[in-house]
């Protein structure tokens, strides 16, 4: 995934001379609640990809006691290249995350009324904790790596990117509980489950050039 090989990348760069389990160290405190998390197998084989495709290279393997050797890395002028390349395109470009109740919530219809709004008013607590615990991190945590005097430092670009997060899950959140609540009050109906006659109906819909054309029309406009 080009996600794990740009921050494994990044850090033998920022690092470096660095082994994986500093590497490891490192990705482990930038986890936030709700954020799948890079899994040390998958570190570790970028850094093994990353070596042989020649964008990073062994400075020294060592052995400490019976722990298994650690093989320090650093950055080559082809990792550098790669690394600006990718970095500058991964931040200019804007596409559309894969969001599983997003996909999820296409099927809606097939829930009761009642199962929807319980969903959607647990998904938006489970959200409001997610901000709350981002909230906690950022008060304990400082900015300034010469002051911490005992706090974690996390830097300013990170604290900015969990305040991103943060207040996307807040939209997020406030979206579930209204619509909950045009649930509740019958101003949003997402039912019944089609029956044999209204698929037939949507089926004859969808073969419709004017159907087409509309959603065409719609996934232009998005992707301008």
């Known amino acids: 995934m080009w996600s794990t090989r740009l921050l494994v990348l990044g850090l033998v760069r920022w690092l470096g001379p660095v082994h994986g389990y500093l590497v490891r160290r490192e990705l482990d405190s930038w986890r936030l609640p709700g954020v799948s998390e890079i899994g040390a197998g998958s570190i570790y084989h970028a850094l093994k990809r990353l070596a042989l495709d020649g964008s990073i ?39 559309a995350s894969e969001d599983p109740f997003h996909t999820a919530w296409t099927f809606a219809q097939v829930l009761s009324p009642a199962e929807n709004v319980a969903m959607l008013r647990r998904r938006a607590e489970t959200l409001y904790e997610r901000v709350e615990l981002v909230t906690q991190v950022l008060a304990a945590t400082t900015s ?42 019958g101003d949003l109906e997402l039912g019944p489950d089609l029956d044999a006659e209204q698929a037939g109906y949507w089926r004859e819909a969808i073969k419709s050039d004017r159907f087409v054309e509309q959603v065409a029309s719609w996934c232009e406009g998005i992707g301008k």
């Open 57 to 95: 290279e062994v400075v020294d393997t060592e052995s400490v006691d019976a722990r298994p050797a650690r093989t320090t890395y650093r950055v080559t002028a082809k990792g550098e290249t790669e690394f600006q390349r990718t970095l500058r395109e991964k931040l200019w470009e804007v596409s």
């Open 144 to 185: 300034d790596f010469k002051e911490a005097n005992g706090e974690a430092f996390v830097p300013a670009h990170a604290r900015a990117m969990m305040r991103r997060q943060a207040d996307l899950w807040a939209v997020d959140a406030e979206w579930c509980e209204q619509t909950a609540e045009r649930i509740e009050s």
